[in-house]
C-alpha cells in the first residue's frame, strides 16, 4: 500500500518567519492533497495538486508537487498564530484508495 | 461548501451495544471513505467505496462493517462496541473532480 512520510513531525517558530513541510510518497502520486487540523477538529482542505511540477497558492501558504510525482512541499511565508495547526498530507493512488501521512503539529509563537 | 453530514456528532455508549454511524453526501459522488482518528494521531483508513454495492477494508483493520446499497449513503456499524472502539470517525467522499470533502466527524466513546 502507498506510504507518506511527513518531515518534520513537529515544527515551532516565531511568528513572521517562513517554513516549508515535506511529504514524501512510497508509491506514484496521482492527487496530493493538503490539510490543515486543529486538534480534536475537522479537517481543512488547503490545496490538491495532480500534475508533476504543479505548483498552488491560497494566501501565505504555497504547495509544490515534483515532477516525478512522489514529493510536495508546503510552504508558509510569514507565518502567523493563526497557522498553527496540525498539517497533514493525503494521497490518491490509482485505485482511488486515499491514504494520510502521520501529520506536522507547527507551533507559531507569537 | 461541503455537504456531506455525519450523524451522530457525539454518541456515548455501554460496551456490547450496537451502534450505527451515519454518512450522507448529496453531492453524488461515487467514492466515499471512512477513517478512524484519536485525538492528535494519525488519520487511519478503514473502509472505503467505489459505488454501490463496492466496500474494500483499509489499511487499518477494523471490526466495523459498511455498506453501500445508495450512492448518498455510506453507514458504518459495530455490532458490538467495545473500549477499544472508542475514538473519532471521520466520513469523506468524493467524484470526478477528485476534491476531497470531509464530514464534521462522530466522536465515540464506548464505557
Known amino acids: 500500500s502507498q506510504e507518506l512520510e511527513q518531515s518534520p513531525q513537529s515544527l515551532i517558530v516565531q511568528e513572521g518567519k517562513n517554513l516549508t513541510i515535506n511529504c514524501t510518497s512510497s508509491k506514484t502520486l496521482y492527487g496530493l492533497y493538503w490539510y490543515k487540523q486543529k486538534y480534536g477538529e475537522g479537517l481543512i482542505f488547503l490545496m490538491m495538486?495532480?500534475?508533476?511540477?504543479e505548483e498552488k497558492s491560497h494566501e501565505k501558504i504555497t504547495a509544490k508537487l515534483d515532477e516525478k510525482k512522489q514529493q510536495s512541499s508546503l510552504h508558509i511565508t510569514a507565518s502567523q498564530p493563526s497557522h498553527a495547526g496540525i498539517y497533514l498530507c493525503?494521497?490518491?493512488?490509482?485505485?482511488?484508495?486515499?491514504?494520510f501521512g502521520k501529520g506536522t503539529l507547527l507551533t507559531v509563537n507569537p | 461548501e461541503a455537504d456531506i453530514y455525519q450523524t451522530p456528532r457525539y454518541l456515548v455508549i455501554g460496551t456490547g451495544k450496537k451502534i450505527t454511524l451515519e454518512c450522507s453526501q448529496t453531492?453524488?459522488?461515487?467514492?466515499m471513505y471512512w477513517y478512524q482518528q484519536d485525538p492528535g494521531m494519525e488519520l487511519h483508513l478503514i473502509h472505503y467505496s467505489y459505488g454501490v454495492n463496492s466496500t474494500e477494508k483499509g489499511d487499518l483493520s477494523s471490526e466495523s462493517t459498511v455498506s453501500r446499497i445508495r450512492t448518498e449513503h455510506f453507514p458504518l456499524t459495530l455490532e458490538s462496541a467495545r473500549p477499544s472502539h472508542t475514538s473519532q470517525y471521520l466520513c469523506?467522499?468524493?467524484?470526478?473532480?477528485?476534491?476531497?470533502?470531509f464530514g464534521e466527524g462522530s466522536w465515540l466513546t464506548v464505557v
Open positions: 495538486l495532480q500534475k508533476g511540477g
Open positions: 453531492m453524488g459522488h461515487d467514492k
Open positions: 493525503g494521497a490518491r493512488g490509482s485505485n482511488y484508495k486515499l491514504t
Open positions: 469523506a467522499s468524493t467524484g470526478q473532480g477528485f476534491t476531497i470533502y
